[in-house]
């Protein structure tokens, strides 16, 4: 719901006033002051005007699990196990993907109750960067860095993908840092240019890092600075 909403259907507090504490900065998210009325706060977050509280957070589940492979990144599956199965059933309701990986990828994957946080992940305006560790069937030709850094041309969406960055680590091995999640979208791009990955690993998602500490198939949840780092 938008502030200036939550603002004005609590404690009669009229539209007008509302912008006006909106504005004279007495109105804190989370602890931090927002004058945007025009900001959507769910209800995982706390709204204060001055010190009262207007909306009280509910509790939300934020997680980063290190994916193993052979899981797919759904809900529910009559086939396949799914990441959900890795997650003790108390925290798994209404957990979403923020930004899934296929079957067979592995590394970062992020889970969280809060709908409106997880998609912002995922929202290609957002340009959020994704990287990930690859390596491919043959070795990487020295163009791909380039036609990556121009775009691939996506067919099937009628689009140019954002500018992508490759990073050479052996002659089948890259560190690649893209700026959407589009369906298949590493092994798409490597198809492009002749290639095709065979292994594929995420590490980070803007500021959220796999910790190195977590095991395949293990979670934690995030830090509050974790959190914050994608609003
Ligand atoms: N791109 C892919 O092709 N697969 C993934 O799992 C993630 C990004």
Known sequence: MKLSRILSNQNGISRRRANVLLAAGRVCVDGEVCKEGSRDISRFREVRLDQEIIQQADPAHYL????????????????????????????????????????????????????????????????????????????????????????????????????????????????????EGRYHQVKRMFHAVGNRVTSLHRERMGDLVLDPDLPAGKYRPLTAAEISSID
């Open 64 to 179: 980063m699990l290190n994916k193993p492979a052979g899981y797919l990144s759904a809900t529910r599956d009559p086939i396949h196990p799914t990441v959900m199965d890795l997650i003790e059933p108390a925290v798994r309701n209404h957990l979403h993907i923020g930004g899934r990986l296929d079957r067979a990828s592995t590394g970062l994957l992020i889970l969280s109750s809060d709908g409106l946080w997880s998609r912002r992940l995922t929202e290609p305006r957002v340009k959020i960067p994704k990287v990930y560790r690859v390596t491919t069937a043959y070795p990487i030709s020295p163009d791909t860095a380039d036609r990556f850094a121009e775009g691939i041309w996506f067919d099937y969406e009628q689009l140019r993908t954002s500018p992508a960055r490759l990073e050479q680590m052996g002659p089948a091995e890259a560190r690649l840092t893209i700026y």
